[in-house]
């Protein structure tokens, strides 16, 4: 029988990817000006294998988001609030991970450990 185990990406343009809270919120970058904030997680916890929602405000254009070895770059939707849902890998590895949130017509890239 296969073991679940939990993975954790922490977010403030990250994620926690693991088995509790319902969603994390993040704050601006530094910096000013358009780029990612608020970025949000849905749910807070989950399993490899599981989906989970990413939002960002100060993308209008999209953007892209990724967490290196947790889930592939993803886009994000264009709009007043960016949308991406993500897979996270089978193989994934159980712990806190950084996830990242990039605007394509922005340089500043949002993460939290």
Sequence with gaps: MRVLRALTVTAAACAAIGLSAPF?????PQGGGNGPSN????????????SMQVSAAGCGHGGTVWSNGNFPQ?????????????????????????L??????????????
């Excluded at 994390?24 to 601006?28: G, L, P, R, Y």
């Excluded at 949130?101 to 450990?113: E, G, I, M, P, W």
């Design 39 to 50: 970025v949000t997680v849905n749910p807070y916890s989950v399993h490899q294998g599981a």
């Design 74 to 98: 993803t886009n994000l939707s264009a709009g007043s609030i960016g949308f991406a849902t993500v897979r996270i890998f089978n193989h994934a590895s159980p712990g806190n991970h950084t």
């Design 24 to 28: 994390a919120a993040a704050n601006s």
């Design 100 to 113: 990242s949130v990039k605007c394509h017509d922005n340089s500043l890239v949002a993460t939290h450990r």
